[in-house]
Each structure stands twice: as structure tokens, then as C-alpha cells.
């Protein structure tokens, strides 16, 4: 049986891997902020269709939690399965902030860089004496790296370093046959930034060759199998699952 963490799993693209992962029969430890009610909703859901899950709280902002964090996860695996590695690791946890470069603080810089790209780093380093040989590591990043979008810049920069460090990972990982890809959705209907309004969500939709925009349900389900078996030989990727937007 495979066991997955899955970073801010309680709402968006996250619970939606999460209840992926557990239907393709994994074990699912998913992590939240400040959302404990969302969170165990997610894990009820899992737990209704015959899974199992765990949610636990995270703030992968703060990397100086994260040896306490692990200690917990270690704790969480023999005691809910008995067992004492991880299969995945998902690095998903965020938030979006729009600001111009005019206008963007120093404080709002920083902790959009402590959340996506030095807190995926540090808690890789930290969990990777938890991680199996031939585990896989899901990073999300977004299709702003490839397409700038005004008000996005600091977001967006830091998301095009983790697939840069995704690429630096699958090659120091590689002895461990442990496998490291990136997927970068598009435009999709979470509420992340504050979600979308309808006349932003028309805009994308029409800059989108699939005519629409994202549910959360058309990436979790390529995270999960990037973390299963079906994809073993996809490695040092970044994956856009964005319905073709702006090509």
C-alpha cells in the first residue's frame, strides 16, 4: 500500500488529490493551516467511500516546524498503518496574492517565498529520510511561469524556481529511483487569490482552447497518477493541465 502526503489538502486542487490518492487505494495524510474543519471534511469524504486519511496541521511557511512536523508524520505512519515510509510527497500548499511590482511589500515578497519555493525545499530535505526508494514527489507550480500575467510577479517567479529546483531534485534523487515532476495548473475554479469572478473566468475561459476554465478535479487526478505506478517512467517534468491556455 502506497501512503501520500499531500501539503494544504484541505480545500482546492489539494482535497481533490487527496480523494484521488485514496481511491486509487492509497493511504492519505493531508495537511492544513488554519482550515481544520475543511480539512476533516476531506478526510470524512475519504473515510465514507472506504479509505483512510489523516489530516494534520502544517504551516509550510514556517520551516523551522518542520523536524516537529516529521517526527509527527513518522508517529502518524506506524499508527494509523503500521508502516514507516512515504510513497508521495506532494508540495502543494499556497496562497495567491495579485499586486503590481509597483506596489508589492517586502513583507508580502517574503512570505509568498517562504511558502512556494523555501518551504517545498526545506520540508523535501526534511522528510526525505521518511521517503521509500522509488517514491515520487509532486511539486505544483503554475502556468504563470510560462504565460505573465500582470499582478502575478513574485508568485509566479517563485513558482518557475520550484520547477527549477523540481528539475534539481529528480537528479540528486535519482540513486533512490526517487522520481520528482512539477505539475503547473491553469486557471482553475478554487478560491485561491479570492477565486474567480465571472467576468475574469469568461476572459480565461476564452484564452483557453478547451473553451473552459480548471475544476480542481482535472489536476487532482494527474497528481494521483504521477504518484502511482502508470507514470514510473515520467521523471524531471513539468506538466501544464491547463485545457491549453494561451497557445
Known amino acids: 500500500m502506497k501512503h501520500v502526503l499531500i501539503t494544504g489538502g484541505s480545500r482546492g486542487i489539494g482535497a481533490s488529490a487527496a480523494l484521488h490518492c485514496a481511491q486509487r487505494g492509497m493511504g492519505v495524510i493531508l495537511t492544513y493551516n488554519a482550515q481544520p474543519d475543511a480539512a476533516a471534511r476531506v478526510v470524512e ?6 479509505g483512510k486519511a489523516v489530516a494534520l496541521q502544517l504551516d509550510v511557511g514556517s520551516s523551522g516546524s ?13 499508527d494509523t498503518w503500521d508502516a514507516t515510509r512515504l510513497s508521495g510527497l506532494v508540495n502543494n500548499a ?3 496574492l495579485f499586486n503590481p511590482i509597483k506596489s508589492v511589500t517586502e513583507a508580502q515578497f517574503d512570505s509568498l517565498f517562504n511558502v512556494h519555493l523555501k518551504g517545498p525545499f526545506f ?6 529520510p521518511l521517503l521509500a526508494d522509488g ?14 500575467t500582470a499582478g502575478v510577479a513574485p508568485y509566479a517567479a517563485f513558482k518557475g524556481g520550484l520547477e527549477v529546483l523540481t528539475r534539481y531534485m529528480a537528479k540528486e534523487f535519482g540513486e533512490r529511483r526517487i522520481r520528482v515532476n512539477a505539475v ?17 473566468e469568461a476572459l480565461l475561459a ?5 473553451g473552459r476554465v ?9 497528481i494521483a497518477g504521477l504518484l502511482g505506478d502508470d507514470q514510473a517512467w515520467v521523471n524531471a517534468q513539468t506538466i501544464e493541465v491547463a485545457g491549453g491556455y494561451n497557445i
Open 123 to 128: 520540508l523535501t530535505q526534511v522528510l526525505l
Open 66 to 78: 518542520f523536524a516537529a512536523f516529521a517526527t509527527q508524520l513518522k508517529d502518524t505512519l506506524r
Open 214 to 222: 480548471g475544476e480542481p478535479d482535472d489536476v487532482g487526478r494527474v
Open 206 to 210: 476564452a484564452q483557453t482552447a478547451l
Open 45 to 50: 469524504r475519504i473515510h465514507a467511500k472506504g
Open 135 to 148: 517514491a515520487s514527489i509532486v511539486n505544483i507550480t503554475s502556468a504563470t511561469t510560462r504565460v505573465a
Open 94 to 96: 499556497g496562497f495567491g
Open 184 to 200: 503547473a495548473p491553469g486557471a482553475i475554479r478554487t478560491d485561491l487569490g479570492g477565486g474567480l469572478n465571472d467576468e475574469f
